[in-house]
Nanobody, 124 residues
Framework: VQLVESGGALVQAGGSLMLSCLVSRENIDEITAGWFRQVPGREREGLAAIAPGVGYDYYENLMEDRFTISADKITNAIYLQMDSLKPEDSADYRC??????????????????WGRGTQVIVSP
């Protein structure tokens, strides 16, 4: 499975971004995919997960208040819509995939395949 993220940018606080994760070499119906972020010096943080083939989605720590994970079976991609962005949302954002669609949650060590990331910077 290969994952390529895009959509990161510099945005002002209060703004929105949609991150994309193009998945290749596997149909997204067969996997669980998640979004994560990391700031230098801090642990990787799981945000949300989705298994499109079984109608599963999950959000960590009230992320659903501002973030929405979705999938598009035509483009075979996973998306993360981020609204009301705050400076503390600045991070390297990565998508990841597990080997099966039965994976649940966003614990990083559960995921086998990772993209290279896309940078989000939120200015005050």
């Amino acid at each position: 499975v290969q994952l390529v993220e895009s959509g990161g940018a510099l945005v002002q606080a209060g703004g929105s971004l949609m991150l994309s994760c193009l998945v290749s070499r596997e149909n997204i119906d067969e996997i669980t995919a998640g979004w994560f972020r990391q700031v230098p010096g801090r642990e990787r943080e799981g945000l949300a997960a989705i298994a499109p083939g079984v109608g599963y989605d999950y959000y960590e720590n009230l992320m659903e208040d501002r973030f929405t994970i979705s999938a598009d079976k035509i483009t075979n991609a996973i998306y993360l819509q981020m609204d009301s962005l705050k400076p503390e949302d600045s991070a390297d954002y990565r998508c990841a995939a597990g080997r099966t669609r039965t994976l649940r949650g966003v614990r990083p060590d559960q995921y086998d395949y990772w993209g290279r990331g896309t940078q989000v910077i939120v200015s005050p």
